[in-house]
Nanobody, 125 residues
Framework: QVQLVESGGGLVQAGGSLRLSCAAS????????MGWFRQAPGKEREFVAA????????YYADSVKGRFTISRDNAKNTMYLQMNSLKPEDTAVHYC??????????????????WGQGTQVTVSS
């Protein structure tokens, strides 16, 4: 059973940066597509970014393209999300997720089987 733990969230001013990490344990995720999603209060969970098993295929939501960078280190069983030029509308709980039967990235939450508990990102104006 794969377990995911996110870290790196916090409070930052608009224009600032944060780096989220997602560490996997209980199984290897090196052959799986992985992604980041977020959920703001009163809103549905939305796609942020995803990547393939090798990191060679990357997907981004239009709202974060050019500001966020997704990456992974398979030797450490860890995925990252570098978030730059943060905006107040980026405020949300950010979740990492892993696909169980696919090496490719997905844009939809239903494509992912394992989820972390989430880390809060708050951007003040």
């Amino acid at each position: 059973q794969v377990q995911l733990v996110e870290s790196g969230g916090g409070l930052v001013q608009a224009g600032g940066s944060l780096r989220l990490s997602c560490a996997a344990s209980g199984g290897t995720v090196t052959s799986s597509g992985m992604g980041w999603f977020r959920q703001a209060p009163g809103k549905e969970r939305e796609f942020v970014a995803a990547l393939s098993w090798s990191g060679g295929i990357l997907y981004y939501a239009d709202s974060v393209k050019g500001r966020f960078t997704i990456s992974r280190d398979n030797a450490k069983n860890t995925m990252y999300l570098q978030m730059n030029s943060l905006k107040p509308e980026d405020t949300a709980v950010h979740y990492c997720a892993v696909r169980r039967d696919s090496a490719w990235p997905g844009r939809h939450a239903y494509e992912y089987h394992y989820w972390g508990q989430g880390t809060q990102v708050t951007v003040s104006s």
